[in-house]
């Protein structure tokens, strides 16, 4: 099977721009997870996607948002971008997303806000 | 919630010696534990998981532990080899509430010189 896809894998956009990233899961699996890497607070978990609804939240501003689509293909949105955003953006992708399944990441999109 | 501490930050060992990088977390509920190794500019991948119902794991070189009563758990790596120079994360989950959510240590860098 294919892995988990991240489209794109750079990005370079301004403060106050907005930006999508794109995660196409493994084939079968239904659940997407999102994440922030970064050096100083490592991976920090945004949100879960199950069924086109989102499940989990973590701690982040309303300016991140996600959806996902039928097919399970999940994409997030950040709005009014600070510089603080940038970061590597890693999504999971596990079968019913689980506590105990194993999540396997996609390469990322690095993100550098200017 | 959930808080994930591990130690060390770095760690530096000689091919062929042990290397132990500890972590503690602080909700009891907590029942999943998987552990991460991060290449340099690659994804994270999963390289041995623990649940709570059991006390020690092992996969040919690497082996967790977990003590549920000190909320701990550790990753150890026998006979290091260069290739094992990398970032790992350590990560805890909680059965309700939590699907598709990690909650990540702040990883170690593991260094293994020939």
């Known amino acids: 099977k294919a892995g988990v896809t991240q489209t794109p894998r750079y990005l370079i956009k301004t403060r106050g721009q907005q930006v999508t990233l794109s995660c196409s899961p493994i084939s079968g699996h239904r659940s997407v997870s999102w994440y922030q890497q970064t050096p100083g607070q490592g991976l920090q978990f945004l949100f879960e996607?199950?069924?086109?609804?989102?499940?989990n939240k973590g701690n982040f501003p309303g300016r991140f948002s996600g959806r996902q689509f039928s097919n399970s293909r999940s994409e997030m949105n950040v709005s009014t971008l600070e510089l603080g955003d940038s970061a590597l953006y890693l999504c999971a992708s596990s079968w019913n997303g689980g506590n105990s399944e194993t999540q396997y990441f996609g390469p990322g999109t690095r993100l550098l806000v200017l | 919630g959930e808080n994930v501490e591990q130690h060390p930050s770095t760690l530096s060992v000689q091919e062929g010696d042990s290397a132990v990088i500890k972590c503690t977390y602080s909700?009891?509920?907590?029942?999943?534990f998987p552990w991460y190794k991060q290449e340099l500019g690659k994804r994270p991948q999963l390289i041995i998981d623990i649940r709570s119902n059991v006390g020690e794991k092992k996969d040919q070189r690497i082996a967790v532990t977990l003590n549920k009563t000190a909320k701990h758990f550790s990753l150890h790596i026998t006979e290091t080899q260069p290739e094992d120079s990398a970032v790992y994360f350590c990560a805890a989950s909680k059965p309700r509430g939590s699907q598709g959510n990690l909650i990540f240590g702040k990883g170690t860098k593991l260094s293994v010189k020939p």
């Open positions: 996607y199950f069924s086109e609804t989102q499940r």
């Open positions: 909700d009891s509920a907590s029942n999943y």
